[in-house]
């Protein structure tokens, strides 16, 4: 089998409505989709983390792996990867996130070569029902009457909205407006109308400086929060912020052996992409394991990318936290029968060969479409300072 084409499609999915983080206003994804064409018809599909490293695998990754065999996965990293060792350290690793994106699709391939399930390729599910939380924040009013929830009481609405339809009691929120007593009373009141059962995890975005947050998790501790993620913007400041808090600490930088030095942070929440493929985040995930350290799953992905997901955390033992999700706010995806959506708190892994997904052509068109006459969406804009990038920290 060699690899004949590779397809790469940038595509615009919005959410419903846009919500607030800590640079500013996020209103949808711009990915990549990925097809890795063979000359036995086998197609694999991959999905980039962001729209430009489609353009790296077009101009780099692409024309180095056509007539290579899509079986062997070191071979086709031998062609266009670099070693990481280097490019880490000269701004040029922009190729490792691309390939981890064609991987995910050689991994797709292997599984319809093998006649089963991403799963069953990695060694059997341990799990079939996959947890994923529910997740809030504050979001500005869009039309159609989704978003709107800008007050404590707006978002703790939300939650028991979630918790009514979709049965979902482990709640992720951002409660980034850099306003310290507007997230500790947020919390209070979210634990207040949840109950004790329920579990509540916040996620910073790196906005607090050292002292607000120290400040802000002593006071939210009482509440039981399941875990806090880049409640600052260093590791360093993650363990100095350890000695007054027992709140676990989780982050999106995948630097375990700093982790392990510092003490700090306690989970990794990585995209497989970024980590460079499937091959290395099952490394990754192994390594957390022996140090100790937890790791779960990204989210506002498009399909492909969350049933890699799926189908991961169904064949590791040591994935045992809810998952991010953002599937409540996406209006769409690109494969049939998407998005994803959990019921009492999980979602169950695609039993279809390899990951178990197919793209829906009439979404591919639409969000291409989108793409096209749109460009790129952009997630660092301020509304408030039009034509400014935020600064770290908020407060």
Not at 79 to 104: D, H, K, M, Y
Not at 111 to 138: C, H, Q, T
Not at 175 to 196: C, H, Q
Not at 377 to 392: A, C, E, K, Q, V
Request: charged share 20%; hydrophobic share 45%.
């Amino acid at each position: 089998m060699k690899i004949t084409n590779i397809r790469v499609t940038h595509v615009n999915v919005p959410l419903d409505a846009p919500f607030w983080w800590t640079a500013g206003l996020y209103g949808g994804a711009s990915k990549s989709i990925i097809e890795v064409e063979t000359d036995e018809g086998v197609v694999g599909l991959g999905e980039a983390p962001w729209w430009h490293f489609g353009e790296v695998i077009k101009a780099e990754i692409a024309p180095a792996l056509i007539g290579a065999d899509p079986l062997d996965i070191a071979d086709c990293e031998a062609r266009c990867v670099p070693p990481w060792q280097i490019t880490a350290n000269t701004g040029e690793n922009a190729a490792s996130v691309a390939f981890g994106a064609v991987e995910l699709a050689l991994w797709d391939i292997r599984g319809k070569v093998f006649d089963m399930p991403l799963y069953k390729v990695l060694g059997g599910a341990v799990r079939k029902d996959i947890p994923f939380s529910e997740y809030f924040s504050f979001r500005a009013a869009a039309q159609g009457g989704a978003g709107g929830e800008m007050t404590p009481e707006a978002i703790v609405d939300y939650c028991l909205k979630m918790r009514e339809e979709h049965g979902s009691t482990i709640f992720e929120g951002k409660l980034i407006m850099g306003d310290p007593e507007l997230e500790i009373r947020t919390v209070r009141m979210l634990r207040e109308a949840l109950g004790d059962k329920a579990q509540i995890k916040l996620d910073s975005n790196m906005q607090w400086s050292l002292t607000s947050a120290r400040w802000v998790l002593r006071e939210i501790e009482p509440f039981n929060i399941r875990n806090y993620e880049d409640p600052v913007a260093t590791f360093e400041e993650m363990a100095a912020l350890r000695q007054h808090s027992r709140i676990p600490f989780s982050t999106h930088v995948p630097d375990l052996r700093r982790a392990v030095a510092l003490g700090a942070p306690d989970y990794f929440v990585c995209n497989f992409a970024a980590l460079g493929g499937l091959s290395k985040t099952l490394k990754f995930i192994a390594a957390c394991e022996a140090m100790g350290k937890g790791f779960w799953c990204y989210s506002n992905d498009l399909g492909i990318m969350t049933a890699a997901y799926l189908h991961v955390v169904a064949a590791t033992p040591w994935i045992i936290e809810a998952s991010q999700s953002l599937f409540a706010w996406q209006i769409g995806d690109v494969v049939k029968d998407g998005p994803f959506r959990q019921k009492g708190n999980t979602v169950r892994v695609p039993e279809g060969n390899g990951l178990g997904v197919e793209l829906d052509p009439a979404a591919m068109k639409r969000w291409a479409a989108h793409f096209a006459e749109h460009g790129p969406m952009h997630h660092f804009s301020d509304p408030n300072n039009p034509g400014r990038y935020r600064r770290l920290p908020l407060n």
